[in-house]
Every structure is written in structure tokens, then in C-alpha cells.
């Protein structure tokens, strides 16, 4: 359904989650297992796909259905130019580690692109540019170009881009890829079924008992008995264990979809410089068109004011780089980025061996998703792996991590006190169908959201997490929290972690 302002999808809903088709049970007993993976994403999916493969059993749980979460409303791009990073890993960490990053994001499309070769995914090569719209960030491609040319990694510089968009300057990485995220990732969940493997829907982990053989406890209470855990839930869940919450910065971007009748001349687009912007297209299942997806307008969770607007901004965009085009879907997506934009993947403390965690990946998930499900099962099985030190999340560098952990922090801690504070509040009766915000009920501090069949939904909107004030997302209809970036539908049910524990309802 369009909002007929401005022809606006009225609620967001991601293009690839259209074409989702399997279903799982919940767990609804005690078991054990070898390994259990926590997460239904890019990153536990194929790491179960990859450990059964191994011969092991393994179980796949996830906390709501398959595929729903990052993973689910990516723009999926499948390519190791992850923005401007090369110079500045080559910079911090020398160009050993630079080079083994970019060998782990190209290990990944390898796996990909065999694994797709079976699976009907809408795979394709295809080259991914990254452009500039400022002289500043012209100079800083070159830079970035003279460190692909250190790396060895293929690619050149360009004056422009197919588009009516004025551009300082182009950076190109050839054979790179793009695919469907859903279908390719449901091909390797039947691959999975196929060598024994389990998957449950609808299981919520809400913690997981250390030791030897660690247990996986559900908020039902049943208890999984296994060898190793995997943590591959987008944000780790427990709290102290390494402190990820204090190590993550949690930002959320936006896409809207274009159907066109116009060619496209491929490929994937980048800018570097704000405003950031992402384009690529696919074809649409059902009319047979062009489907350009835009995606930008990135902000720390839960200070998205006016999220809904961030959608009009990419509209005005579009309008302006490819005409008045009708739009079909929008969906926002979350991310995390780690102190050193490195993720973190492996052992959940240095003293853990048999619980591991993937998290981190800097809204290039589909690359890092994968590389991470590799290196997890070279972990786990015991095999070598060049990439244990890199991603190793018990690392630390002095440069950047200190000033990024007191900025994040010193963030933090402004927005637990900022939310103490007495807001704008809004009364029950004044909201619109479909209109949320804070009110006062009986004096004290509530979250509504009044839904099209005017009934009002209140929650407590004080996040179970660590107690910080979570605001509302007009664009999506969601509780944020600005302070670790969990998230919570309007109802109060937890959508992204650290929060294990819903909202308290209160009507």
C-alpha cells in the first residue's frame, strides 16, 4: 500500500524477503548436539552449512524466522571494496594484515560464487565503483588506489559513472558480484537439512551456561547440551562477557526500490563521501523490470529523529538521478562497527575455546558474513586458517581503538542521561492511527503507538537491555535504544540485540 503523498510505501518491507519460502518449528524440548549456532543469517548459515559438511551435528537457532534480520534487508553487494579502507588498514595495521583482509573478503567470493553455481540465486560478476563528489575525497581515492596497487588487488581509476551524478573522481574493483541474498542463502539452508542438520524458529537464546560442554538456554527453559556455541546473532547477547556492547558503534541505513524501464548499465555504485550513496539493480520477480535499489542516509541508532524522512531524502535523490519512478519497497537494515573496523570473529573472550562470536562487519556483511562462516569452521574443526589474528576479538590496537572506544562511550553515556530527562510528551488520545511517540500515563514515562485499527499499544519504554531510554522510529515503527542499539517492535518484542528481554507492556 503508497502513502499518495508521496507514493511511498506506508510500511517498509525488504524486495528479498518476497521471495522467502522455508519455515522451521520452534524448539520445544531438551537436546544436545555438537555445535549450536545462534542466528539465521549470512554468518549462521554458512558456518552450519560449512560445519556439517564437516560431519558434525549441528542445530540453527533463531529468536524469529529465518533470514528476517541484516541479512534480510541488505542491498547485497558481493565485494571486497568495502568503501575507502585499504589505505587505512595498510596505515594502521601495515600491509600484511591489509592484504590478508582483502584475501578473506576474496576467499569469500570464491565460496560464494562456487556455492551459486548450483543454486538459482540471480548471481552476477560484475564491477563495483566507488565515486567522490568533492576534491577531498578524489585525493583520498588516489590514495586508495595506490594501495590496491601495493595489495595486488585489480582495479583503476575513472572519470565517471553512467549517471547524472558529477563525480571528482572513480575508483574501480573488477570482478566483484552481486546476488540474491534470500535464494542463495536458502540454497545452502537445504544443503544443510540434507547433511543432517537442524534448524528451530522462533527460539530465543537468553543464555548459555559455561563450561566444558557448554548449555544454550532458551527463555522457554529447554537447555541445548553441546560441544561449542556460536554467537552469530548480529550483536552478542551476553552482557559482560568481553564487553561488546561498549565495543560496537550500531548505525542503521535505509534502501528504497525503483521499478524502471530504463537501462541499466550494471554493475554496483559507491559513493565515498557524505551524502553517502548506494546503488545496483536487479530484476524484479514479478513484473520482469529493472529494480534499482538506493541506499544510504546511515546514523547512529536510535537519533534518526524523523527516521521516515530519511526514506524521502533517498526518494528526492532518485527522482533526481533517474526521474520520477514509482517505488516499490523500502526497509532499513542495521550494522555494527567495530573500534578498529575490523569485525570481530572467534572466541568470545581469551579464555573461552568452545564459544565463539561473529559480529562487527560495517554494513559488508555478505563478504565478512561468509569469511566469517569460514573461519569458524576452521576454528571449531582445528584446520589453519591465515585469518585467526586478524579477526581475533580479544585484539587491541592503541590507534584507533582508544579514541574510538571514548567516543562511543563518552555517547553513551550522554544518551543514558539525556534519556532521564523530561521529554516532549504527547497525548494518547491526540495520536493518529498508525502515529506513535512518549506519553504520560499515571505520571510516569510510555511508549504508544496507535496501530490503523486505532487501538493503542503502550510499552515501558526503558530498555531491558541496560536501562537507557529508547526512542521511537516513526519510519519503521520500532522502540531504538541510542545507547547499544537494541530494538524492539512497537508491541515491545525484542527485533535486534544485546536486549534478550522485551519491553514491559502496559496495557
Known amino acids: 500500500m503508497n502513502n499518495e503523498k508521496n507514493n511511498m510505501p506506508k510500511y517498509p518491507q525488504s524486495y528479498w524477503l518476497e521471495a522467502k519460502q522455508l519455515q522451521y518449528q520452534s524448539l520445544d524440548g531438551n537436546t544436545k548436539t555438537d555445535v549450536v549456532i545462534i542466528g539465521s543469517g549470512i554468518t549462521g548459515i554458512t558456518s552450519a552449512y560449512l560445519l556439517a559438511k564437516e560431519g558434525l551435528k549441528v542445530i540453527l537457532l533463531d529468536a524469529g524466522e529465518v533470514l528476517a534480520g541484516t541479512t534480510g534487508h541488505t542491498t547485497a553487494k558481493v565485494t571486497a571494496q568495502h568503501g575507502l579502507i585499504y589505505d587505512e588498514l595498510i596505515e594502521h595495521f601495515g600491509i600484511e594484515q591489509a592484504r590478508l583482509y582483502y584475501e578473506a573478503q576474496a576467499d569469500a567470493i570464491k565460496m560464494i560464487e562456487k556455492e551459486a553455481a548450483n543454486i538459482n540465486c540471480d548471481f552476477s560478476n560484475e564491477s563495483s565503483f566507488i565515486y567522490a563528489t568533492n576534491d577531498q575525497y578524489s585525493e583520498k581515492l588516489t590514495f586508495e588506489y595506490d594501495a590496491y596497487k601495493r595489495l595486488g588487488i585489480i582495479g583503476q581509476l575513472k572519470e565517471s559513472i553512467p549517471f547524472s551524478i558529477p563525480t571528482t573522481g572513480v575508483l574501480e574493483m573488477n570482478n566483484q558480484a552481486q546476488f540474491h541474498p534470500v535464494k542463495y542463502l536458502e540454497g545452502?539452508?537445504?544443503?544443510?537439512?540434507?547433511?543432517?542438520?537442524?534448524?528451530?524458529?522462533?527460539?530465543?537464546?537468553?543464555?548459555?551456561?559455561?563450561?566444558?560442554?557448554?548449555?544454550?538456554?532458551?527463555?522457554k527453559g529447554h537447555r541445548i547440551l553441546c560441544n561449542y556455541v556460536v554467537m552469530a546473532s548480529h550483536s552478542p547477547f551476553l552482557k559482560w562477557k568481553g564487553l561488546y556492547f561498549s565495543r560496537l558503534l550500531p548505525e542503521r541505513s535505509y534502501v528504497i526500490a525503483i521499478e524502471s524501464d530504463d537501462d541499466f548499465e550494471g554493475n554496483m555504485y559507491y559513493c565515498a563521501n557524505n551524502p553517502v550513496r548506494s546503488i545496483r539493480a536487479t530484476t524484479s520477480e514479478e513484473t520482469g523490470k529493472k529494480l534499482i535499489l538506493i541506499g544510504g542516509e546511515g546514523h547512529k541508532t536510535g537519533k534518526g529523529i524523523n527516521t521516515y524522512q530519511h526514506y524521502e531524502t533517498l526518494q528526492a535523490f532518485s527522482n533526481e538521478v533517474f526521474g520520477e519512478k514509482p517505488i516499490t519497497f523500502r526497509w532499513s537494515a542495521q550494522d555494527l562497527t567495530s573500534l578498529d573496523k575490523i569485525p570481530y570473529i572467534g572466541p568470545i573472550t581469551s579464555n573461552e575455546n568452545n564459544i565463539f562470536v561473529a559480529t562487527g562487519y560495517r554494513k559488508w556483511g555478505m563478504t565478512n558474513g561468509t569469511a566469517a562462516g569460514i573461519l569458524l569452521k576452521d576454528l571449531i574443526t582445528e584446520q589453519h586458517t591465515p585469518y585467526q589474528e586478524l579477526f581475533n576479538p580479544s585484539r587491541f590496537h592503541a590507534n584507533p581503538s582508544i579514541k574510538n572506544f571514548i567516543t562511543y562511550n563518552a555517547d553513551v553515556a550522554g544518551q543514558l542521561i539525556k534519556g532521564k530527562l523530561e521529554p516532549e510528551f504527547k497525548h494518547p488520545e491526540d495520536l493518529a492511527n498508525n502515529e506513535g511517540g512518549l506519553v504520560k500515563v499515571d505520571g510516569k514515562r510510555r511508549g504508544c503507538y496507535r496501530d490503523d485499527d486505532g487501538q493503542l499499544h503502550i510499552v515501558d519504554t526503558t530498555c531491558t537491555h541496560l536501562g537507557c531510554e529508547t526512542e521511537w522510529n516513526a519510519g519503521d515503527r520500532t522502540w531504538d535504544c541510542p545507547c547499544h542499539g537494541s530494538r524492539f517492535s512497537y508491541d515491545g518484542e525484542v527485533i535486534e540485540g544485546p536486549a534478550t528481554e522485551p519491553l514491559e507492556k502496559m496495557d
Do not use: C, S
Open 188 to 219: 545452502l539452508l537445504k544443503r544443510f537439512i540434507d547433511l543432517g542438520g537442524t534448524v528451530y524458529e522462533q527460539t530465543t537464546v537468553v543464555d548459555i551456561e559455561e563450561g566444558k560442554q557448554p548449555v544454550v538456554i532458551t527463555n
